[in-house]
C-alpha cells in the first residue's frame, strides 16, 4: 500500500521541503519569489516516480512533465516582465507551442501537418490560453483560490480514476500532492505565490486534461463540466451569509460546496459513458 502512494507522498513531501528550504534559506524578496516554484519540482519528482513513465517518451502522459517543466521557465520570465503586454506575448506563444505539440504529439513533429491538424492545433492552443489566462488569474493570496484550484485538480482525478487510467490517476495525484504543500505553506508563512508557481500548476492542470481526453475519450463529455469550478466563486458569493468572522469560513465552505456539483456532474457523466 506504501509503496504504491510512493510517488504522491514524494511530490508532498519534496515540494513540501522545497518551498520551505527556499522560502527560509535565501535572502527575503527572493525567497518569497522563488519558494513556489517547490511546487513544480516536487510534481516532477513525483511523476518521475511513476511506473512507466519516461522524460523522453512522446506520449500525452510524458508531455505533462515536459510542459510542466516549459511553464516553469515561462512562470521565471513572466515575473520579470513589467508590461502586461508582454506577459500576454509569452504566454500566448507557449499556449500555442502547447497546443501544437498536444494534437501533432511533440515541437516537430514526424510528417507534415495537414490543414486540419493545424487548425485544431490553433483551436486547443486558443482554448489552452484562454484557461491560463483564468487560472494565473486567480489570486493565490487568497484562500478561494487555492479552493478553486485544488478542486479542479481532484475532479480531474476522480475522472482518471473513473476512467481506470492508473497513471493519470497518479499523476493527479501527485499534482494534490504538490498543491496542498504550497497551500499549507502559504498559509503559514508569508509566501508570494507568482507565475513561477502558478503557470507550472495551470499548465500542468491543463496536460493532465488533455492527457485523459486523449488516452480515456469517454471523459470528453465530463471535462467541460468540470470546468465549471473555475467559475464557481460567483455562485458562492450569492450564498448569504452571518456576520462576523465565521462568516469567512462559512464561506469556503460554501465554495467548497460549489464546486463539488460540477465536479460530482461530471463523475456521473464519465460514470455513464464508461459504463456504457
Known amino acids: 500500500m506504501l509503496k504504491s502512494m510512493l510517488p504522491q507522498l514524494a511530490a508532498f513531501g519534496s515540494a513540501l521541503v522545497l518551498i520551505l528550504a527556499v522560502r527560509l534559506a535565501a535572502p527575503k524578496p527572493h525567497g518569497l519569489r522563488l519558494a513556489g516554484v517547490g511546487a513544480a519540482v516536487g510534481l516532477m519528482i513525483g511523476l518521475s516516480m511513476i511506473a512507466g513513465f519516461s522524460w523522453d517518451g512522446a506520449g500525452p502522459v ?19 516582465i513589467d508590461e502586461a503586454w508582454g506577459r500576454w506575448a509569452l504566454l500566448t506563444v507557449f499556449s500555442l507551442g502547447c497546443g501544437w505539440a498536444s494534437v501533432l504529439g511533440g515541437l516537430t513533429p514526424q510528417v507534415s501537418p495537414s490543414i486540419a491538424a493545424l487548425a485544431l492545433s490553433a483551436a486547443v492552443g486558443a482554448l489552452w490560453l ?35 487510467d492508473d497513471m493519470l490517476t497518479r499523476a493527479g495525484l501527485c499534482l494534490l500532492g504538490a498543491l496542498f504543500a504550497l497551500a499549507l505553506v502559504a498559509a503559514i508563512l508569508s509566501l508570494e505565490v507568482n507565475y513561477i508557481a502558478m503557470a507550472p500548476v495551470a499548465a500542468s492542470i491543463l496536460a493532465i486534461a488533455w492527457a485523459l481526453s486523449q488516452r480515456q475519450p469517454e471523459t470528453m463529455v465530463g471535462l467541460p463540466v468540470l470546468a465549471l469550478v473555475l467559475f464557481a466563486e460567483r455562485t458562492a458569493r450569492r450564498i448569504p451569509m452571518p456576520g462576523g468572522r465565521i462568516s469567512a469560513y462559512l464561506y469556503l465552505g460554501g465554495l467548497a460546496g460549489c464546486c463539488t456539483i460540477p465536479i460530482v456532474l461530471a463523475a456521473l457523466l464519465v460514470s455513464a459513458g464508461v459504463s456504457a
Open 62 to 80: 510524458s508531455r505533462i512533465g515536459h510542459i510542466a517543466l516549459g511553464a516553469v521557465l515561462v512562470g521565471a520570465v513572466m515575473d520579470h
Open 130 to 164: 484562454g484557461l491560463m489566462v483564468r487560472l494565473s488569474a486567480l489570486s493565490p493570496h487568497k484562500p478561494t483560490s487555492f479552493v478553486m484550484i485544488i478542486a479542479v485538480a481532484a475532479g480531474l482525478t476522480l475522472l482518471a480514476a473513473i476512467a481506470r
